[in-house]
């Protein structure tokens, strides 16, 4: 009996270890086909007819909260749950009253704000009384608000530049207290009109790009309590009026009707409700006959206070004495519902994910003409949809979720992608990198040989740098890579995630002279180096999987 149980024990110690080898095998060779089977690079078939139909006039131009976008957030949903992609209901609240693709629509709030009208006086103080001088909205002055209406009479002080960065060496604000005052500054950077200059030598490399732009200059002003900010230029104009005076009304009716040039149109702003982003001060952007009053018997001399600043010699800002300044400003604004369109496909680890995304908005319909956006951004779309493709009718087991995204509202300020990236904590599992396409049918006019390639990464992630030069390298005809540091820039969804310390890979293919015109349509898209574009996201893709992700 002893015998038989020794002899019992030895042969489930075997079966034990026979099973422990077995599934050890069975690990390995999973693993193996994960890391070496490829996946299949989408062909132009996989992308060419959703590329065309999503920039056809059908779609209307695609604009954010409109019928043309809603039916693209359909279209896309449709592909979705055709490539059998997971809906990711998890994240989204399902429409009730209605069955199209539930569950792949993650709805969310925008808020829709417009000037109606504005008031802007310049008011003259003597010993006597005091005398008031009227400004024209759209003749003299233009400005931008967020969705409340406000209105104030302060006194007002000149700020330079209305740039805080004291450690970088330059700091308008030093001794000057602009609380409860109307900040006027310059438009740009010091130094900005002689690139050899000391202060442009100097901070355009150390401040970051948009240093010198109308945004941070606002945001710098509320964050130094200002009742509101007035921007001019050096030589007393600024866009749109340089150089004369342009009612833009009567100028956008011209165009418009001989359809000879790309009209301007007053947009609407858009924010997500309680962004800490939203300006809470209006900004009133000056012409050359309202600067030229503005500081009319001031003894402020602008362009000598630019000269001292481009030497670095540090002028001193002062207060625009004998002058206030009245203002009222009344807002139309309205909320909005918005949607992303969200799939995934599910990997063994459910707590990490890579997320591949592009914006589907454009600019829809203005003056009678429709915006299609086939580069822009019909293009990183139909690219994001044929990689979701060709990764669904694949066998291979991912070790983490794939989740493919296509956002609304890039185009008014990269609002789809900031509500996803607010919900990363709460929803989303960890996101080990976010991968980008914003443009990437089209090359830059200097490009002649269409085959530049920009990829943005953050500085520390080299890895990702390498990867892609790796890869790039083993295309027929590789591309003349443009490698550039998306730190401090903004100028795609990649930003939603960077400044969440997310490592990123954005694709861009070049700026062209249809960019956000009405010629931007899918005849003129460049298939083949948009081709190769995905050949080389779907094997960076590939390549991460299978050296960062550790089974």
């Known amino acids: 009996m002893i015998i038989v149980k020794k002899h019992l024990k030895n042969f489930n110690m075997k079966v034990r ?65 055709l490539f059998q992609l997971e809906p990711v209901t998890r994240h989204t609240k399902l429409i009730t009253d209605r069955n199209i693709q539930p569950g792949y629509f993650q709805d969310f709030e925008v808020l829709r704000y417009k000037v ?9 103080l003597t010993e006597t009384n005091h005398s008031a001088f009227q400004l024209s909205q ?34 308008d604000f030093n001794g000057l207290n602009v609380k409860g005052k109307i900040e006027v500054v310059l438009a740009g950077l010091p130094g900005q009109s002689d690139t050899t200059s000391i202060a442009w030598k100097k901070l355009s490399r150390l401040l970051p790009d948009d240093a010198g732009s109308i945004e941070n200059k606002l945001q710098t002003a509320i964050q130094h309590q200002a009742t509101a900010l007035i921007v001019i230029s050096p030589d007393g104009s600024l866009e749109p009026y340089q150089d004369s005076q342009i009612n833009t009304d009567i100028s956008n ?113 203005r003056n009678g003409l429709i915006y299609n956006g086939s580069d822009d951004n019909a293009s990183g779309s139909s690219g994001m949809l044929a990689l979701a493709k060709v990764w669904a009718e694949s066998s291979v087991q991912l070790p983490c979720n794939i989740i493919f995204a296509s956002w609304t509202g890039e185009e008014k300020g990269l609002l789809g992608s900031q509500y996803f990236a607010q919900q990363l904590d709460e929803k989303f599992g960890n996101i080990l990198l976010y991968v980008n396409m914003d443009m990437i049918s089209r ?96 094997n960076c893709l590939q390549d991460y999987l299978d050296t960062t992700i550790v089974h």
């Open 17 to 81: 270890i026979f099973i422990a080898v077995a599934m050890l095998l069975f690990e390995v060779t999973l693993f193996a086909q994960t890391k070496n089977k490829a996946i299949t690079n989408p062909g132009v078939n996989d992308f060419s007819g959703t590329l065309s139909f999503l920039s056809s006039d059908w779609m209307e131009g695609r604009e954010t909260g409109t019928r043309g976008g809603y039916m693209a957030a359909d279209y896309i949903a449709s592909m979705m749950q």
């Open 116 to 124: 109606e009208k504005a008031n802007l006086q310049i008011v003259k």
């Open 138 to 171: 759209g003749v003299d002055f233009e400005v931008k608000s967020g969705p409340n209406g406000v209105e104030a009479e302060a006194p007002l002080i000149f700020a330079g530049y209305g740039i805080s960065a004291a450690d970088k060496g330059y700091d």
């Open 253 to 365: 009716h011209t165009m418009a009707s001989t359809k000879t040039a790309e009209p301007r149109y007053h947009d609407f702003d858009y924010c997500l409700p309680g962004d800490s982003a939203i300006p809470v001060i209006p900004c009133f952007i000056l012409g050359s006959y309202a600067t030229k009053k503005l500081f009319e018997g001031t003894g402020i001399d602008l362009a000598d206070f630019e000269k001292n600043a481009a030497c670095m010699a540090n002028p001193k800002p002062k207060a625009i004495k004998d002058k206030l300044l009245e203002f009222s400003v009344s807002v139309k604004s309205e909320s909005l519902c918005v949607r992303n369109v969200i799939g995934e496909i599910k990997g063994t680890d459910q707590t990490k994910c890579i997320v591949v995304g592009a914006h589907y908005d454009h600019l829809g319909m």
């Open 443 to 538: 090359s830059a006019s200097e490009d002649t040989a269409r085959r530049i390639l920009s990829i943005g990464t953050r500085t520390i992630d080299e890895q990702l740098r390498t990867m892609a030069k790796k890869i790039n390298s083993t295309l027929a005809r590789p591309f003349v890579l443009d490698l550039w540091d998306v730190t401090g820039h903004t100028g795609s969804d990649y930003a939603s995630f960077t400044t969440r310390n997310i490592p990123v890979m954005t694709f861009f293919s070049g700026f062209h002279d249809d960019y956000h015109t009405t010629r931007d349509i899918a005849p003129r898209a460049d298939l083949k180096k948009m081709g190769d574009i995905l050949n080389v996201v779907n």
